[in-house]
């Protein structure tokens, strides 16, 4: 099977044939007039691709761009040779080489202006848009990750593998003329853009009104993360062996698959401790002061390179370092964290777990290297929720001893959540592991667990990394709803119960 794409100029073709490739598919795209697989990819000779349509050996992908942005590409990479830009910009006119567009083999230029020209290759685009070797996608569905249609036309599957090959490609700009942009930048210049600022409401009109039967898609925006409201909302709280959520797939296979490969959260393995700290703090990465771990690189450094178990006198034997996340250069991603610790989330989060006291949110990225050790233990009074996302970029992970246990006191100490629940002026503490048994892992790449810290049942989790953070390292999206006014309970400890 050959396949042929066909497109204006200033609509996205270098990127989707090089997105094609990334796929497995054999596609060449030649910049020169003498056509692309079989026609040059901007076409407007409408016989030479009804005919093409009718060749059983070819497959056709139609990319179009919306009209309010094409008119405007124009001014920054002006392809068509526009001699003069009009104040009503879509009635500029081009300059077209008949030898290069095809309309015939003699020389000479076509004019025609903008709007008409759209209109040529959209006319051209609905004949065949819905024959069976032919798709007609937008541009705007390539910058905002939607590949759902074009993986069913390529009988591909829609999967976490296929979507990191694309990101792989779009990160980087796709050619090197023209003042392109990288997928990043047009998302943010598609994101900021409103049409009055370049249109007035009657040149608006009159592009609605004059663009003939206008692909309409039903895009999905990139940037809309309300699909994480509605997993919330519709998940069963799960009872044992406390209530909790346990939500899978909870991103989108586009979001997981941009944080996967976002270098600036998932590098390359590393070969000593020194060039983690150093690659992580050149990233934004900071030091955060966490329970069961020391806020000093050296002293951590000199922990887990000794062998030995760290002295204290809790109920656990390993002492780890947390470091989060602060600036993201990657913008969906920083999106993402600002919707997670957004007014809807936070809301929604109440709502789902009845909680009507007032509450500030937290969400972040964090990574735990080894040695992060918290014995099992409810949370504090003063946490009202606690949610923790596994966002790894190595299924390795799932396998090892690095994820979150979720844990019942044996019979003989389930004393300790009675006298939790009866006497609400003393903390909740931590435990010796030996005093419970792991019911569930957190293991799950991109599952999500929620749950209201309580006393009976006690919402007992835990955690111990042992693992080689050199070649990875655990991470997650980590937050808390935490009381505005909390209670002020006297400090416990695991020996008052021996």
């Keep these: 099977m050959k396949y ?15 997105i094609i490739n990334k796929l497995g598919f054999n596609i060449n795209i030649k910049s020169a007039s003498k056509g692309s697989t079989y026609l ?27 009209p309010f942005f094409w008119f405007l590409s124009h001014k920054k990479a002006n392809y068509l040779n526009i001699k003069d830009f009009k104040n009503d910009i879509y009635m500029s006119n081009c300059n077209i080489s008949k030898k290069t567009i ?19 290759y959209l006319t051209i685009y609905n004949k065949i848009k819905d024959k069976d070797n032919c798709l007609l996608i937008s541009y705007e569905e390539i910058i905002n990750l939607d590949f759902r249609k074009l993986f069913k036309f390529l009988k591909i599957e829609y999967s976490h593998d296929n979507i990191s090959k694309i990101i792989k490609v779009i990160q980087y700009k796709q050619k090197n003329h023209g003042s392109p942009r990288n997928i990043y930048e047009a998302i943010d210049y598609y994101t900021n853009f409103v049409v009055n600022d370049f249109y007035t409401p009657s040149q608006t009109t009159y592009i609605k009104n004059n663009i003939k039967n206008i692909y309409n898609n039903n895009l999905k925006n990139i ?16 009872h044992y062996p ?38 992580l703090v050149e990233n934004g990465w900071k030091i955060q002061g966490f329970p069961g771990c020391t806020s000093n690189w050296n002293d951590y450094k000199k922990y887990i390179e000794s062998g030995k178990k760290y002295s204290s006198e809790g109920p656990v034997e390993n002492i780890g370092i947390t470091f989060r996340l602060h600036n993201y250069k990657n913008k969906i991603i920083k999106k993402l964290l600002e919707f997670m610790n957004g007014n809807e989330f936070h809301k929604t989060l109440k709502e789902k777990f009845n909680i009507n006291e007032k509450t500030n949110i937290i969400s972040a990225i964090q990574k735990n290297l080894t040695g992060y050790e918290i014995s099992p233990h409810p949370d504090i009074r003063q946490k009202c929720l606690t949610y923790l996302l596994n966002i790894n970029n190595n299924s390795e992970i799932e396998n090892l001893d690095c994820n979150t246990h979720l844990l019942e006191f044996k019979d003989k100490y389930k004393y300790i959540q009675e006298y939790w629940e009866k006497n609400k002026d003393v903390n909740r503490c931590w435990v010796p592991w030996e005093w419970c048994n792991t019911i569930k892992k957190m293991s799950e790449n991109n599952s999500m667990v929620i749950f209201h810290p309580d006393n009976n049942p006690p919402t007992l989790h835990a955690i111990r990394l042992n693992y080689n953070h050199l070649k990875y390292q655990r991470t997650q999206i980590y937050g808390n709803l935490m009381y505005k006014h909390p209670p002020h309970p006297k400090n416990s400890n695991y020996k008052d119960f021996i």
Excluded: C
């Design 4 to 18: 042929q794409i066909l497109s204006p100029h200033n609509s996205g073709s270098n990127i989707l044939s090089k």
């Design 102 to 120: 095809f309309e015939n083999n003699k020389d000479g230029n076509i004019q025609m202006t903008l709007i008409e020209l759209y209109n040529k």
């Design 242 to 279: 406390f209530p909790h959520l346990d939500i899978t797939n909870f991103l989108s296979k586009e979001h997981l698959q941009l944080i996967i490969n976002e270098k600036q959260i998932h590098f390359e393995e590393k070969t000593t401790n020194d060039e983690v700290y150093k690659e």
């Design 40 to 66: 040059w990819k901007h076409n407007i000779n409408e016989e030479e691709i009804l005919k093409l349509q009718k060749n059983s050996d070819y497959k056709i992908i139609m990319l179009l761009r919306n």
């Design 223 to 238: 940037m809309d993360f309300s699909y994480i409201i509605e997993k919330i909302k519709n998940a069963e709280i799960i």
